[in-house]
């Protein structure tokens, strides 16, 4: 990471604002931090409007400080209770309308390798369950189906938390919430084998438990796109507003959760696996413990 997309003008470094100062001075952009660092500088994001104990808050933290270069990355989003906390971070982040994150990706990113042939420009989609399994299944598909090189998070809190409580595609079978007062009728939706069969490069499917195993497979995400193609990240970040988790119990509900349905696993292609092995892992910026 550095500053060569911004810089300060010499002379007005004194006049910018205290925390801006912090980013330059000692933030993400200057070199890349370590997990265990996080809380103790100017994060890319510190203050949001999402509600206490979110782990998507702690996931969307975890992605700002594993991306390889801050200032060439750009998140695609659309509505749903991460955009809140996420428009806030110093990234640039482009609004989608709901269910079209990855078409408008997929321009973003063809755009930006033709305007910036020689330099290396991340997008990132970062949605919900229902803006990339539910309405936007479409844009998600179609985007891998063509091999667009870049990274499709999913904030998976198995409902949409955002406008009341309705079950989505990756709500689990028999669940009961305030709108689904019957219970689901359906089985979750099984996105890791849909991008499997769609011939995304690199699929993982994480929970918020271990902070630099997160980071670290958002950054070889990421990495793997820029070269190989597109890749895939399932988070399960829980809604405990929707599900009744006590604020103090939203991480423990998660290791639960993770040893019964939601263990870490990861796939590769096999070209892709071969670009990790050679060159990928030896990126300089590896995310650290």
């Given at each position: 990471m550095s500053l060569e997309t911004i810089k300060v003008s010499p002379g007005f470094e004194k006049y910018l604002p205290k925390e801006y100062q912090d980013l330059v001075d000692d933030g993400p952009f200057v070199k890349q931090r370590k997990v265990s660092e996080m809380g103790s500088f100017k994060e890319a994001i510190e203050e949001h409007p999402m509600c206490a104990g979110c782990a998507m808050t702690l996931f969307i933290r975890l992605t700002y400080v594993a991306l390889p270069s801050l200032e060439n990355s750009v998140i695609v989003g659309t509505a749903g209770c991460g955009r809140l906390a996420i428009s806030q971070g110093a990234v640039p982040f482009i609004y989608g309308n709901y269910g079209d994150t990855n078409a408008v990706a997929s321009g973003l990113?063809?755009?930006?390798?033709?305007?910036?042939?020689?330099?290396?420009?991340?997008?990132?989609?970062?949605?919900?369950?229902?803006g990339l399994a539910d309405i936007g299944f479409h844009a998600v598909m179609h985007s891998w189906f063509r091999n667009e090189k870049f990274t499709t998070i999913m904030l998976d809190n198995e409902v949409y938390g955002n406008t009341g409580g309705q079950e989505s595609g990756m709500t689990q079978k028999g669940t009961v919430m305030k709108m689904a007062p019957l219970g689901k009728k359906g089985e979750k939706?099984?996105?890791?084998?849909?991008?499997?069969t769609s011939g995304v490069a690199y699929i993982a499917r994480v929970a918020?438990?271990?902070?630099?195993?997160v980071a670290n497979t958002i950054r070889k995400a990421v990495l793997i796109a820029r070269e190989v193609g597109p890749t895939y990240i399932q988070a399960y970040t829980s809604c405990n507003i929707e599900y009744a988790i006590p604020t103090p119990l939203v991480m423990d509900d998660a290791r639960e959760v993770e040893a019964d349905r939601y263990g870490f696993t990861e796939y590769f292609t096999d070209e892709a696996k071969s670009y990790w092995?050679?060159?990928?892992?030896?990126i300089k910026g590896t995310v650290k413990k």
């Open positions: 990113k063809r755009g930006l390798d033709i305007r910036f042939p020689n330099q290396e420009k991340d997008v990132v989609v970062m949605a919900g369950d229902g939706m099984d996105m890791i084998a849909l991008a499997k918020p438990t271990n902070p630099t195993r092995d050679n060159t990928g892992r030896k």
